[in-house]
């Protein structure tokens, strides 16, 4: 009779252990999506224009070289500036010329890969990715003068 009663106690053990895994496995369940969401890159290897909400003119240039690193570009005269980033949720900090320097720029939406938002001082700047662009090569006054601007 004693062997029953183990028996059961057993299995009742198993079946706790077995319920609170199943009840852990629940509430994980779409952890490591959200995660991996939460750091998703807001800006990706490629070349951006940037320019603020209302201007006519695009010679501006972001060229990522990856997810995280880069250069500016002007595309009147060649000039620009090294940079690395950090990219968040919903805010990138760039480092421009060096890690001294902290620069943020909140996002306020990407939408096919158009990405707006502002720097600190408050006035929309909107990043627009150029397709079949290749950032290892380009060159802001060659695309200018390619494409007439």
Known sequence: MNTTKDQKKSRRRMFAILGSALVIAGLCA??????????????TKGVYVNYQEGETERDY???????NNGHTEDGTDG??????????????TFHFGGADDN??????????????????????NIF???????????????????TGE
């Not at 779409?30 to 800006?43: E, L, R």
């Open 30 to 43: 779409g952890c490591g999506k959200a995660a991996a969401n939460a750091n998703a890159s807001i800006f």
């Open 61 to 67: 240039f972001y060229v990522f070289t990856d997810d």
């Open 79 to 92: 000039m620009g500036v090294p940079f690395a980033c950090d990219q968040m949720k919903d805010q990138v």
């Open 103 to 124: 620069t943020v720029f909140q996002v306020s939406s990407v939408e096919n890969g158009v990405v707006k938002g502002s720097f600190d001082d408050g006035k929309v």
């Open 128 to 146: 627009e990715p150029i397709p079949n662009v290749d950032p290892e090569n380009f060159s802001g006054e060659d695309y200018l003068k390619s």
